[in-house]
């Protein structure tokens, strides 16, 4: 059996470039809009969003929009978020809300179908970001809103290889070394695949590591015999194959604590 990394173990790291608090902290950061110029395709086809995806780090929340030919152009800027199209005010979870607009993109395929996974949005428990809400597509216009627990200071800064737009948005000067996670609520932690309930999303991260390295190191294939993560005791069910490698959504619980998650 070919050895891969968990899917969601991928959604979470992939463009989650790290960087230190102190690289963080020397940088430069705006509360004014932020306009990035379209960069250039090295490649020919209709330019889509293909992922969006978001992570908590020592000293900033990020997120991360990825595109399959080129990053557009875009803005960032504080203020109401509205839709595309209707232009209807978009609700969102916080006290603060950025608008991310981009121009000469689409989020949909040819048969008009989303060409990205989370159009629901995400819902967080970061100390600064609090939701990712998906504004609409219209006409080469694709809008995001996020949801902030304050008013924070914001990069924003494009990375190649894939093509990929990332906002880092600073914590707050007091944020708790620890998420607090929402009781009895059950959240998604940056991606739709990994959920928690009355745990944090940076322990959660840890037991989807945790998890995969037990199974790796001689647990084998996982299944209805429990795996001692953090506390908590995991199972696995069959979902199927996908790409020839075989699926299973873990499930790991103490009492009213869980976190569920895909893995194959």
């Known amino acids: ?11 979470l790291l992939a463009g ?5 608090h102190a690289a963080f902290a020397g940088s430069a950061l705006s509360t004014g809009p932020v306009r990035i ?9 209709l330019n889509r969003l293909v992922d969006v995806r978001a992570g908590r780090h020592p000293s900033f929340d990020r997120v991360v929009f990825e595109f399959n030919h080129a990053v557009p152009g875009a803005t960032v800027r504080y203020g109401t978020v509205r839709t595309q199209g209707r232009g209807n005010e978009l609700p969102l979870l916080g006290r603060a ?5 981009f121009t000469g993109t689409a989020a949909h395929d040819d048969n008009g179908r989303p060409s990205f996974a989370q159009t629901g949005g995400m819902t967080l428990n970061f100390p600064t970001l609090t939701q990712v809400g998906f504004a609409g597509d219209f006409e080469g216009y694709v809008s995001f809103g996020l949801g902030l627990s304050a008013r924070a200071g914001f990069r924003v800064f494009t990375l190649a290889n894939p093509p990929r737009l990332v906002v880092d948005l600073a914590h707050p000067a007091r944020a708790p070394g620890r998420v607090r996670p929402t009781r009895h609520t059950l959240i998604s932690c940056g ?4 959920q928690a309930r009355d745990v944090s999303c940076s322990l959660a991260i840890d037991v989807v590591d945790d ?9 084998g294939v996982p299944g209805s015999r ?6 908590l005791a995991c199972t696995g069910v069959p979902l199927g194959s996908g790409d020839g490698y075989m699926a299973f959504r873990i499930t790991c619980r103490n009492g009213s604590r869980l976190v569920s998650f895909r893995w194959e």
């Open 191 to 194: 991606q739709p695949e990994l």
């Open 97 to 101: 809300f950025l608008a991310v607009d």
């Open 37 to 45: 110029p379209a960069k250039l395709a090295l490649d020919s086809g």
């Open 1 to 11: 059996m070919r050895v891969r990394i968990p899917a969601v173990a991928l959604g």
């Open 226 to 231: 429990p795996v001692a993560v953090r506390s």
């Open 211 to 219: 998890y995969d390295g037990a199974i790796y190191s001689g647990v």
């Open 16 to 20: 989650l470039i790290s960087v230190s």
